[in-house]
């Protein structure tokens, strides 16, 4: 069973950073993609980042040149360093794990940007 626990998130100035974390535990073999999605009040859940083995990442337009996705792959860890943050992006952050074709997800991380 794989467990996949956020942290780092909080509330920010319109203009600031924070940096969330997503450490993995249990068995991790097989461990491929690993993913920011984000979910706001109302709204549907969206993908913010995806980082693969190889580190190619993808980032949706609205955080393009913001935010940072990295990851220690061998330890199933990953990353989302957030800058120059807006009002929209206040939102539930989650991790998501795609490890032999079965997905994880966090319990989420609250991030609230004020103006």
């Known amino acids: 069973q794989v467990q996949l626990v956020e942290s780092g998130g909080g509330l920010v100035q319109a203009g600031g950073s924070l940096r969330l974390s997503c450490a993995a535990s249990g068995n991790i073999f097989g461990l491929n993609r690993m993913g920011w999605y984000r979910q706001a009040p109302g709204k549907p859940r969206e993908l913010v980042a995806l980082?693969?083995?190889?580190?190619?990442?993808t980032y949706v337009d609205s955080v393009k040149g913001r935010f940072t996705i990295s990851r220690d792959h061998a330890r199933g860890t990953v990353y989302l360093q957030m800058s120059s943050l807006k009002p929209e992006d206040t939102a539930v952050y989650y991790c998501n794990h795609l490890i032999q074709s079965r997905t994880y997800w966090g319990q989420g991380t609250q991030v609230t940007v004020s103006s």
């Open positions: 980082i693969t083995p190889d580190g190619s990442t």
